[in-house]
Structures are given as C-alpha cells and as structure tokens.
C-alpha cells in the first residue's frame, strides 16, 4: 500500500506474541494483522521497543516483517526499525527491511556516536525508502520530560530537511520538542510518540503519531489529533482526559502491558518473551478497569 498522504497518520510499534514454547507465533501475528486492518490504523513499526526487538534474533525480526507483509493484503504500511550507530550496519539493515516488505525505515538517533549530522548526509541517500527519524534516546523509558536529548533542536531541523527523509517522531519532551517543531519544515509530518501525550503534543504541531497507544486505541488517537487539527480543542480534550489512565496503566508495564491489553480485546498478546513475566492477574485488572473507563471494552 502506497504511504498515506493525508493527516493525520497514526502507526503504531507492533508486540510480537510468542507460543509456549518461547517461539515466535506467526499465526498469532498473521490473526492480529487481520484484526488491525479492520481499524483506523494507518500502518505497522516493525522491529521496535514494543515488539521486544532486544529478545529476538536478526533472523526473527526479518521473518516478522514478512508475515506482517504477507498477511495484510497490500492493507496498511510498514515501517521497519533500524537503531544502530554504525553506518555499513544500519545501511544492510534498512535494505534487508525493505526486501522484506518495509516500505519505510524509522532510523532512531544513533546514541553512540557525537558524529549525528554525519551519520545520516552518509545513510539516508543510500537507504532505498523513505526514512523517518526517530528521536527517542531511551528506548523503552517514555516517562516524559528528563528524556534525553541526542542533538540540537536546529541540527533535527537539518537532518529533517534532507532529501528521502519522510518525517520526524518526536520524544517525550514536550519543552524541547516545541522547538524543534519550529524547526521542521511544517510540509513533513511530526510525528507524536506517547499516548499521555496526545493532546499537548498536538496542540504544538504534531500532526501523526507512532505510539504504543495506537495498538489498542487507533481511533481515539486520529480523533484526538484531527479535533485539535480542526481547531476543536473541547472535543481532543474530553476523549483524551477519559483515556489516559488506560495509556498510563498499560504503558506502565512495557510489553507485558501492551499484551495484556490486547487480551482483553480479543487480540492475541500473551506473555512476553522470557525471562519477562506476564502482568499480574491484580494488575490486569487495573488495566482492565481503566480500558472500561476509556471506553476500549
């Protein structure tokens, strides 16, 4: 499917479920991808902090990208995750998502090197699809404000600008990111990148969002952001205020939480890959009270 080119875009970082035996479940994956392109989302993130990338092997995160591919029907889009400080290594990378079936690339920030500006004039015009920048220095850890900064608001603006890059997701740092939207040409998308912050985050700019949230909440998501893109901050607020307990109480526990919401909507999550632990059956109804207060289930 061709990339949307109508805001707002909402994608969202995949789980990946697992069978009993601690493999990957393609199954599961391929009934869920039929589930999702029933929805509002407007495409996948492959390869990220949600689908537990740090607890699969290349060869597993390559066959992932290809049953999502295979099982959406031209539905959708995908975008593949790279987050690597090498230039060779994010360069084989890219191209090997692209091969099985990405048709965009979120490249993160490299957190290795001091050389950013640098790493990307070397990789972006040798990746094969458009790439997306990612500015999320600490995977997994989006508490908000003290996320760590990997590069000056006006040197993000640059890279943003450059030729085969898409867009931008932003960080959890609301202060820093409304300058960096003063930086980005507003014809690229801006992309928010957490559930808590719908509302602020649109409020400044952003006009899309890659977020775990929009696993379970696509719709509410695209409301909240088309309301404010409209001028109608009333209705973002009240859909927002009612659901982000739910974001906070899934988001609370990683991806033991984002499959225990899936659970409940008749998505097969399932537990995370080992050693990480389901959530606890007290906790799951946490979980399961503030998706009811959301109006999720």
Same mark, same amino acid.
């Given at each position: 499917?061709?990339?949307?080119?109508?805001?707002? #875009?909402?994608?969202?970082?995949?789980?990946?479920?697992?069978?009993?035996?601690?493999?990957?479940?393609?199954?599961?994956?391929?009934?869920?991808?039929?589930? &999702?392109?029933?929805? /509002?989302?407007?495409?996948?993130?492959? +390869? $990220?902090?949600?689908?537990?990338? %740090?607890?699969?092997?290349?060869?597993?995160?390559?066959?992932?990208?290809?049953?999502?591919?295979?099982?959406?029907?031209? +539905?959708?889009?995908?975008?593949?995750?790279?987050?690597?400080? $090498?230039?060779?290594?994010? @360069?084989?990378?890219?191209?090997?998502?692209?091969?099985?079936?990405?048709?965009?690339?979120?490249?993160?920030?490299?957190?290795?090197?001091?050389?950013?500006?640098?790493?990307?004039? %070397?990789?972006?015009?040798?990746?094969?699809?458009?790439?997306?920048?990612?500015? %999320?220095?600490?995977?997994?850890?989006?508490?908000?404000?003290?996320?760590?900064?990997?590069?000056?608001?006006?040197?993000?603006?640059?890279?943003?600008?450059?030729?085969?890059?898409?867009?931008?997701?932003?960080?959890? +740092?609301?202060?820093?990111?409304?300058?960096?939207?003063?930086?980005?040409?507003?014809?690229?998308?801006? &992309?928010?990148?957490?559930?808590?912050?719908?509302?602020?985050?649109?409020?400044?700019?952003? +006009?899309?969002?890659?977020?775990?949230?929009?696993?379970?909440? /696509?719709?509410?998501?695209?409301?909240? @952001?088309?309301?404010?893109?409209?001028?109608?901050?009333?209705?973002?607020?009240?859909?927002?205020?009612?659901?982000?307990?739910?974001?906070? %109480?899934?988001?609370?526990?990683?991806?033991?939480? #984002?499959?225990?919401?899936?659970?409940?909507?008749?998505?097969?999550?399932?537990?995370?890959?080992?050693?990480?632990?389901?959530?606890?059956?007290?906790?799951?109804?946490?979980?399961?009270?503030?998706?009811?207060?959301?109006?999720?289930?």
């Amino acid at each position: 499917m061709p990339i949307p080119t109508s805001n707002p #875009i909402i994608v969202a970082p995949s789980p990946t479920p697992f069978k009993a035996d601690d493999s990957v479940d393609h199954a599961a994956i391929e009934r869920n991808v039929d589930k &999702w392109v029933k929805t /509002p989302l407007s495409g996948f993130v492959l +390869n $990220s902090e949600n689908g537990e990338e %740090q607890f699969l092997s290349e060869v597993e995160r390559f066959e992932i990208v290809r049953t999502v591919n295979n099982a959406r029907n031209g +539905n959708k889009f995908i975008i593949g995750g790279v987050d690597s400080s $090498s230039v060779s290594d994010s @360069i084989r990378t890219a191209e090997a998502l692209v091969d099985a079936g990405a048709e965009m690339i979120r490249i993160r920030i490299p957190r290795l090197t001091k050389f950013v500006t640098k790493y990307f004039e %070397q990789v972006v015009p040798r990746v094969s699809a458009p790439v997306v920048i990612i500015h %999320q220095m600490a995977p997994g850890m989006f508490a908000g404000g003290d996320a760590p900064i990997g590069e000056k608001a006006e040197v993000i603006g640059d890279l943003v600008d450059m030729d085969n890059v898409f867009g931008y997701i932003a960080s959890g +740092n609301v202060r820093f990111e409304a300058r960096v939207r003063n930086f980005v040409t507003t014809e690229k998308p801006f &992309w928010l990148g957490n559930g808590l912050l719908l509302l602020a985050m649109s409020a400044i700019g952003a +006009n899309g969002a890659c977020l775990m949230f929009g696993n379970v909440a /696509p719709a509410q998501c695209h409301e909240i @952001i088309s309301n404010v893109m409209k001028g109608d901050l009333a209705a973002a607020q009240a859909i927002h205020s009612r659901i982000v307990e739910a974001d906070h %109480q899934i988001l609370d526990h990683g991806a033991a939480g #984002i499959k225990a919401a899936l659970d409940l909507l008749g998505y097969d999550g399932g537990a995370p890959r080992l050693p990480n632990r389901s959530v606890s059956n007290e906790d799951r109804k946490i979980i399961k009270a503030a998706m009811k207060h959301a109006q999720l289930i």
